[in-house]
């Protein structure tokens, strides 16, 4: 497939390098991203990836970003357009102004509750109903353990809808050896089911 215009979305559950993992992945396949990045996953972030990025300020955030990207071999990043979560003028608002897919990765339990009863509070909540109503691709990465009796409702009440719950639980029979090869089993499994190539070095049967 060729260039494709894909949502992308990090909340505050553990697990940011999912979503940064798979983000570097798009752009490596030269894909238009739009990136929304919540509060909480801000806090995330800088928990987990020691990532600061600024708030108020979508140049500086920019910047950050790319820095990062750069330091994974991502050397082109104008694909990426960033959009506060309060700002209601995003195309992605929209169901004319929508891009054809959208992934939340990772997806917390609050995101995934407000996105099954259509809260839409916020751009994140609302570009996934747009999803919804419009019957494009939306993918779901949950990542929290246990999951309660709330939590497995809400994700069934998604799936009957046709939305991907795709956890992020990455396999062992590729017997990865580092981090990034948990890490992209996830992004790969995810890439395919954007219809987008991928290596297939992870694929079944084992290749090791």
Same mark, same amino acid.
């Given at each position: ?8 979305? @990090?909340?505050?559950?553990? !697990?940011?390098?999912?979503? =940064? %993992? ?5 752009? /490596? +396949?030269?894909?238009? *991203? ?16 020691? @990532?600061?990025?600024?708030? !108020?300020?979508?140049?500086? =955030? %920019? ?5 990062? /990207? +750069?330091?994974?071999? *991502? ?21 004319? !102004? ?111």
């Amino acid at each position: 497939m060729g260039t494709q215009h894909i949502t992308l979305a @990090l909340t505050g559950a553990s !697990g940011a390098r999912y979503g =940064l %993992r798979l983000l570097r992945a798009l752009l /490596l +396949q030269q894909q238009e *991203v739009d990136l929304l990045i919540s509060a909480a996953a801000r806090v995330v972030l800088r928990q987990e990836c020691d @990532l600061h990025l600024p708030e !108020g300020d979508p140049l500086a =955030l %920019r910047e950050e970003l790319g820095r990062v /990207l +750069q330091a994974e071999g *991502v050397e082109e990043w104008s694909g990426v357009r960033y959009y506060a979560t309060d700002d209601w003028y995003a195309p992605i608002a929209s169901g004319s !102004g929508a891009g054809r897919a959208m992934v939340i990765c990772p997806c917390s339990m609050g995101s995934l509750a407000a996105i099954a009863h259509g809260m839409s509070d916020n751009l994140l909540e609302r570009a996934a109903d747009v999803m919804i109503k419009e019957r494009r691709p939306l993918i779901l990465v949950p990542r929290e353990s246990p999951f309660s009796v709330i939590h497995l409702q809400n994700m069934l009440t998604l799936a009957q809808m046709g939305v991907t719950i795709l956890p992020a639980a990455p396999g062992f029979y590729h017997r990865p050896t580092t981090v990034e090869a948990l890490l992209d089993f996830v992004v790969e499994r995810i890439l395919s089911h954007l219809g987008l190539a991928s290596s297939g070095a992870l694929g079944w049967p084992p290749t090791v």
